[in-house]
C-alpha cells in the first residue's frame, strides 16, 4: 500500500512512518503545504492520512490550487478532526474514507489506515 501522510510535526510523522513502515506500507511524509500540493500533484496514492488541524492552517492555500480535486476518488483518513468535522473543501464522501476525532493515538491511526 502507498500512502500520503500530511502531518507537519516531524516527531508525530517520524513516529506514524515507523509503525507503518512495519506493516509494509510504503509513506510519503509531507511537513509543509508546499510539499503536500506538489506531492498530490504528481503521484497517486492508495491512502492519504491527513490532519485535519494542519490542513485548516492551509486551507485557503489548498483551495486556491484546488488540491481536493486530485483526491477526490481517494479514501481519507482524517484525524485531529473535531467532533463536528464532515469533510474538506465539499470533497464528496468516500464510503472509505475515515474520521478519528482528536485527541489522536497513534496505534489508532495506524490501525485505521490498515482497514480496507
Known amino acids: 500500500m502507498k500512502i500520503l501522510l500530511l502531518e507537519n510535526t516531524r516527531k508525530r510523522s517520524e513516529q506514524i512512518m515507523e509503525q507503518l513502515k512495519d506493516k509494509n506500507v ?3 511524509s509531507c511537513v509543509t503545504s508546499n510539499d503536500f500540493l506538489e506531492t498530490i ?3 497517486s496514492f492508495d491512502k ?9 492552517k492551509g486551507r485557503s492555500m489548498y483551495s486556491y490550487f484546488n488540491a481536493c480535486e486530485k483526491f477526490e476518488e481517494t479514501p481519507v483518513v482524517f484525524y485531529n478532526a ?11 464522501k468516500n464510503i472509505r474514507d ?7 493515538n497513534i496505534e489508532e ?3 485505521a489506515v490498515m482497514q480496507v
Open 48 to 56: 492519504i492520512v491527513l490532519n485535519v488541524e494542519f490542513w485548516e
Open 41 to 43: 500533484s504528481e503521484t
Open 98 to 104: 475515515q474520521v478519528i476525532h482528536k485527541p489522536v
Open 82 to 92: 473535531d467532533e463536528e468535522f464532515v469533510t474538506i473543501c465539499n470533497r464528496p
Open 26 to 28: 510504503e509513506v510519503r
Open 109 to 111: 491511526l495506524v490501525n
